[in-house]
């Protein structure tokens, strides 16, 4: 092989690796740092998708990791990208329909430096797709909205054109009618009375109730008191009837004790007496004579 055509492969291939080197580390810096970024959604981003600090490209997405409580994004940034305890992030769009990049905020410098252990806490706003699938559901949900209103307006169609129920209506707006009729008549004497004196009238009549109170109190307090002595001696005279009848139930050495407690004493006064009825009735017709001896 000619000496010049091994100089040209030579330099060929070096300037192959040259560019292949270039390529694979054109996002490479030296001294690079990792950041670790939890989203709520990452919406599509992928690894390799860009990192931009106020607008200028500082890094790239190196993964992705599904977490419990979110997505967590592992970004490398340049060194010279200084970042604070209060760092945010935001997933935005990188162009107007696909494409997704991490926007991220540095912090102040009150909050103090950003340790490698923090984690940054990113935000996620719908962009357009999101928005477009939200509009989709939305149009759903008023197909639905519409399919109900349609139905309650069937539903109240009938409900109209129910002939009982227009008739009901014009009674019930005929009454209407004749109430305001009627309150418009009670307003219209009510401003032709003299209300003043009426008030008058009736505050002159309460006193006249008053005062016959006042009057009458000294004689209803004395016939209240008539009426609690009658009564009280009512209680007594009860009290001692009771007393009576509970002495001549157990009393059974009286007359009247026996009479009532003893049956066969009982009998023999019945006895007694039917005799003496017979005695009188025999006197009446026959005459009695009668012996009278003086000593």
């Not at 905020?105 to 909050?111: C, E, H, I, L, N």
Request: hydrophobic content about 45%; glycine content about 6%.
């Amino acid at each position: 092989m000619k000496p010049e055509l091994k100089v040209g492969l030579s330099v060929v291939a070096a300037a192959l690796i040259v560019w292949l080197v270039i390529w694979w580390a054109k996002d490479v810096r030296v001294g690079q740092r990792s950041v670790n970024i939890l989203f709520p959604n990452v919406s599509g981003l992928q690894i390799g998708d860009p990192v931009t600090v106020r607008g200028m490209k500082a890094g790239k997405v190196e993964s992705i990791q599904i977490l419990q409580n979110g997505v967590n994004v592992a970004v490398s940034l340049s060194p010279d990208i200084k970042l604070y305890r209060d760092a945010s992030a935001k997933l935005a769009m990188l162009e107007l329909m696909t494409g997704k990049k991490i926007e991220l905020f540095p912090g102040t410098s009150d909050a103090g430096d950003l340790q490698a252990s923090d984690l940054i806490q990113g935000s996620f706003t719908a962009d357009i797709p999101a928005l477009v699938g939200f509009a989709g559901e939305a149009v759903d949900t008023l197909r639905y909205l519409i399919s109900d209103l349609q139905l309650t307006l069937h539903n109240a169609n009938a409900l109209i054109g129910d002939p009982e129920l227009r008739d009901n209506l014009k009674v019930s707006v005929r009454n209407l009618r004749l109430i305001t009729e009627d309150l418009r008549s009670v307003s219209r004497d009510l401003r032709q009375t003299d209300l003043k004196s009426l008030i008058a009238k009736i505050d002159q009549t309460l006193s006249t109730v008053d005062a016959l109170i006042k009057d009458l109190q000294p004689q209803l307090n004395g016939t209240i008191s008539d009426v609690r002595s009658t009564v009280k001696n009512a209680d007594t005279l009860i009290a001692s009837l009771k007393k009576l009848s509970d002495r001549l139930q157990n009393d059974k050495q009286s007359l009247i004790g026996k009479a009532l407690n003893d049956e066969q004493f009982a009998a023999k006064i019945d006895s007694v007496i039917l005799h003496l009825n017979e005695v009188l009735k025999l006197g009446e017709k026959e005459g009695i004579n009668v012996k009278l001896r003086v000593f």
